[in-house]
């Protein structure tokens, strides 16, 4: 009732947004036939009177998985927190201090790093072309790296890269979507049951009316 909306199903089907923008204190359910062959009947069953749904589901695998939609969350919080003069300096100082982990991480050195041959190859290899043999020649390059410094990297280095470029840009719980037909944005809240190609969304004008719409 707090979305002022009506929603109906039949067959046992997945409900379906039938009218919005429905403002009433009582409703009375009707069912009109088009058809004139005598004897078609009709039940109506489950009525109920729903409040907003708090447990809506993410949506994969047709939209991000959970916890891509928790990192993008997150970094969604850290860029907000960025555009503060409080927060720029010191989000700004720690991600400059983790990316110059990179060249100590991949530098040569005694404990497992580049060997001198794949240096070598690689300066010979630079100029050309990453296809065929060049492509071969580079999977000893990554093999070279330790498992410590790939923990590292992907502990220390990975998290600012996403702040930097995101994690995943496609259709996730929370964020903006553009509804096609009428060139009106909306956030994607979720949707009620796994596998459902149903999402139910909040428009951004002040109405705040929301909807579900087929994915």
């Given at each position: 009732?707090?979305?002022?909306?009506?929603?109906?199903?039949?067959?046992?089907?997945?409900?379906?947004?039938?009218?919005?923008?429905?403002?009433?204190?009582?409703l009375y359910p009707c069912v009109l036939f088009y058809?004139?062959?005598?004897?078609?009947?009709?039940?109506?069953?489950?009525?109920?009177?729903?409040?907003?749904?708090?447990?809506?589901?993410?949506g994969e695998p047709l939209c991000s998985?959970?916890?891509?939609?928790?990192?993008?969350?997150?970094?969604h919080l850290l860029r907000r927190l960025h555009q503060c003069d409080q927060w720029s300096p010191h989000i700004n100082q720690h991600i400059h201090s983790h990316l110059e982990l990179i060249g100590p991480l991949l530098r040569e050195d005694d404990s497992g790093g580049l060997s001198p041959a794949h240096t070598e190859r690689e300066e010979?290899?630079?100029?050309?072309?990453?296809?065929?043999?060049?492509?071969?020649?580079?999977?000893?390059?990554?093999?070279?790296?330790s498992e410590a410094k790939l923990a590292a990297?992907?502990?220390?280095?990975?998290?600012?890269?996403?702040?930097?470029?995101?994690?995943?840009?496609?259709?996730?719980?929370?964020?903006?979507?553009?509804?096609?037909?009428?060139?009106?944005?909306?956030?994607?809240?979720?949707v009620l049951k796994e596998g459902s190609s149903l999402a139910k969304l909040q428009w951004e004008e002040a109405d705040l009316s929301v909807r579900y719409y087929k994915k």
């Open positions: 009732m707090e979305a002022h909306t009506v929603s109906f199903a039949k067959n046992d089907k997945e409900p379906k947004l039938a009218f919005e923008g429905v403002v009433a204190n009582e058809s004139s062959n005598p004897g078609e009947k009709v039940a109506l069953r489950d009525l109920q009177m729903r409040g907003m749904p708090s447990n809506l589901l993410p998985p959970q916890t891509t939609v928790l990192l993008e969350s997150t970094v010979n290899d630079r100029d050309k072309d990453l296809a065929g043999d060049d492509t071969r020649e580079l999977l000893p390059h990554r093999r070279s790296l990297l992907c502990t220390e280095v990975w998290p600012v890269l996403a702040v930097i470029g995101g994690v995943d840009s496609g259709v996730r719980a929370g964020g903006v979507c553009l509804h096609k037909p009428s060139g009106r944005r909306a956030i994607l809240l979720g």
